[in-house]
């Protein structure tokens, strides 16, 4: 996925974590280009098209007390299956208006741009470290 040359590729955790530092409105989107995209994403379960590109914050919330790299892994491990749909698919780190929110509360983001993409070296850290910091599917009962 060389085709956006003039976009910054990060390439580990703390490159996304210094990004983040000093910029808390980015988020993260799983799909094709999203300059190729801007009519939204669309709702697969109902078929709907939703208002916006859906994205997950990069932002820790204010509770967040772990390191900001625990918060970014477990971010970009919650929808990088649908990079894996197809070759066009990636990791993207977007910037954007928040127009409303999806089935899952997430973000519906327009006006969005590129900032950087995500490579499978960074994907892969994320997946190790959310592996080894979280309980994933651990539920409260």
Same mark, same amino acid.
């Given at each position: 996925?060389?085709?956006?040359?003039?976009? *910054?590729?990060? @390439?580990?955790?703390?490159?996304?974590? $210094? &990004?983040?530092?000093?910029?808390?409105?980015?988020?993260? /989107?799983? #799909?094709?280009?999203?300059? $190729?995209?801007?009519?939204?994403?669309?709702?697969?379960?109902?078929?709907?098209?939703? +208002? #916006?590109?859906?994205?997950? +914050? &990069? =932002?820790?919330?204010?509770?967040?007390?772990?390191?900001?790299?625990?918060?970014?892994? /477990?971010?970009?491990?919650?929808?990088? @299956? &649908?990079? $894996?749909?197809?070759?066009? !698919?990636?990791?993207?780190?977007? /910037?954007?208006?928040?127009?409303? !929110?999806? +089935?899952?509360?997430? +973000?519906?983001?327009?006006?969005?741009?590129?900032?950087?993409?995500?490579?499978?070296?960074?994907?892969? $850290? =994320?997946?190790? /470290?959310?592996?080894? *910091?979280?309980? !994933?599917? *651990?539920?409260? @009962?």
């Amino acid at each position: 996925m060389d085709d956006k040359p003039d976009v *910054r590729v990060l @390439h580990r955790l703390g490159e996304l974590a $210094e &990004l983040v530092r000093t910029d808390d409105g980015l988020y993260v /989107r799983f #799909g094709p280009d999203p300059d $190729e995209e801007q009519d939204g994403s669309i709702d697969y379960e109902s078929g709907l098209r939703m +208002p #916006g590109l859906s994205a997950n +914050p &990069l =932002a820790p919330q204010d509770w967040w007390t772990r390191p900001l790299e625990d918060w970014l892994a /477990r971010q970009v491990c919650q929808y990088v @299956h &649908l990079a $894996e749909r197809s070759a066009r !698919h990636a990791g993207w780190v977007v /910037r954007g208006r928040i127009v409303g !929110h999806g +089935p899952d509360t997430e +973000p519906l983001l327009t006006d969005t741009t590129v900032v950087a993409r995500l490579s499978g070296e960074l994907v892969a $850290e =994320a997946r190790r /470290r959310y592996r080894q *910091r979280f309980d !994933h599917g *651990r539920t409260g @009962h």
